[in-house]
């Protein structure tokens, strides 16, 4: 079910290991303690499925830092430190989400090199990607602090609906165009650099929903592109059409509205909407809100400008990170619990599958990160050990021996289970997830 990357016998480990040796960040073994990344679900798509044995390991340096992007049926892996920067891709190809400059409708593994760059976040969709990276040229010890920092964002994969921000999508794509089309699909199998208006602004901050991608720069404001049929963009009650370019909400952004709201220091989104979360505290949502999510004791079909959410929970705690998932929303407050809100495997147990407003998952506590998709959620304790609940889980996404749907939150089994396991972090996809393990066994 979970594997820690390395040895299987599915048809991909030639290429997996060739791409493995490309790279001098990532190998096959490692006798030692050492950093390594545990890849689960996908089932239906020729990846890992309910394999109980874990042998060669991928295994990483262990200077420098690590990121995860998990998308539908696609993966990143990147290691990056001042002399290298390397990412492992893998999964489904058909879009050119891999980036590797091909597309292929078969399992695909390899790897890409951004340049002289330091990577700083990975996002992935149903089948785009975005590699956020800084240029080593211009040093500084905080992005999320210093707008002196130069960022570029890069994006490959699906641009149907102009979800990777360049100016093409399929009502946009003629001859001239610098995207390509292949059988009605419009795509980019190489990174490309995403362009703002303002050439001064940096990205500091890059999440990706099913079909839309959400920016927030450095001076404070949020860009979206890609589907907007249900909202995801938040541009506004007239605006619900597709943007191929990174496009201003003015609502939230400081350089229009967003001064009398705060600046933003989160986003969140995985599937149809979006949570953003301010610096004093204040809540916002746009997207599809019909099953609930929204956290204001109704179901709203779309939000299609940024709604603020009063007071999800008591005003004695304090919201530390947000999690968007496709039916449901989480909470993180500073004292470790965890909240939720909207309709499925909630974690709230099998008979209770739709709450209109934030109720506490009980069974967990001292959490420190929380993570969601379309149908499933994550959660890291103070402890290093991963919970996991939500439906489907007959591929294998839930990290479960048995592959049952789980309604409350229930520790991973496999490698996480192992003595001297701590997982450092977490990213799920639509169809499974990668983990980052401290791995001392």
């Known amino acids: 079910m979970a594997q820690v990357l390395g040895r299987t016998a599915s048809r991909w480990t030639g290429a997996l290991r060739r791409s493995l040796l490309r790279s001098s960040q990532f190998h096959t073994s490692a006798p030692q303690a050492t950093i390594s990344v545990v890849r689960w ?48 891709v893998g999964g489904m190809n058909n879009s050119g989400q891999l980036g590797n400059g091909t597309t292929s409708e078969d399992v695909t593994h390899s790897s890409i090199k951004p340049g002289d760059f330091e990577i700083l976040a990975l996002a992935c969709g149903r089948e785009h990607s975005m590699i956020l990276v800084k240029d080593c040229k211009f040093p500084s010890p905080s992005v999320q602090t210093s ?66 991608t959400v920016l927030l720069t450095d001076q404070g404001n949020l860009y ?79 939000i299609l400008e940024p709604m603020l959410i009063p007071h999800p929970i008591s005003e004695t705690e304090t919201i530390a990170s947000v999690a968007a998932g496709g039916t449901f929303g989480l909470l993180l407050t500073e004292s470790g619990k965890v909240y939720t809100c909207g309709y499925g495997a909630l974690g709230l147990g099998r008979d209770k599958i739709q709450v209109l407003m934030p109720e506490q998952i009980t069974s967990l506590s001292g959490i420190r990160k929380i993570v969601a998709s379309t149908d499933q959620a994550a959660a890291i304790d103070d402890k290093g050990h991963l919970y996991t609940w939500g439906t489907y889980g007959k591929i294998g996404r839930l990290v479960r021996r048995n592959l049952e749907d789980c309604f409350t939150p229930k520790r991973a089994d496999e490698v996480f289970r192992e003595r001297n396991v701590t997982v450092l972090d977490v990213a799920l996809g639509q169809d499974g997830g990668l983990a980052l393990i401290d791995y001392k066994g």
């Open 224 to 302: 979206t592109m890609g589907w907007g049929a249900d909202g995801q963009l938040g541009l506004g009650p007239e605006s619900s059409s597709d943007r191929a370019v990174p496009t201003l909400i003015e609502r939230l952004s400081w350089k229009a509205k967003g001064k009398e709201v705060g600046r933003i220091k989160q986003i969140s989104s995985s599937t149809d909407f979006t949570l953003a979360l301010t610096e004093n505290n204040q809540l916002w949502i746009w997207g599809n809100a019909e099953y609930g999510q929204c956290m204001v004791n109704k179901k709203i079909d779309r």
């Open 41 to 88: 679900g996908y089932g239906t798509e020729g990846f890992v499925h309910c394999e109980s044995e874990a042998a060669e390991k991928i295994s990483v340096q262990a200077s420098g830092n690590r990121y995860l992007g998990a998308g539908t049926s696609h993966y990143l892996i990147g290691l990056s430190n001042e002399n290298d920067c390397s990412i492992l």
């Open 147 to 212: 707008p002196a920092v130069k960022t570029a964002l890069y994006a490959f994969g699906n641009s149907m609906y102009g979800q990777l921000g360049l100016g093409v999508s399929k009502d946009t794509l003629s001859s001239k165009s610098s995207g390509s089309m292949d059988s009605g699909l419009v795509f980019k199998a190489s990174p490309t650099k995403v362009e703002l208006s303002d050439p001064s602004e940096n990205v500091i901050q890059v999440q990706c929903g099913l079909d839309h």
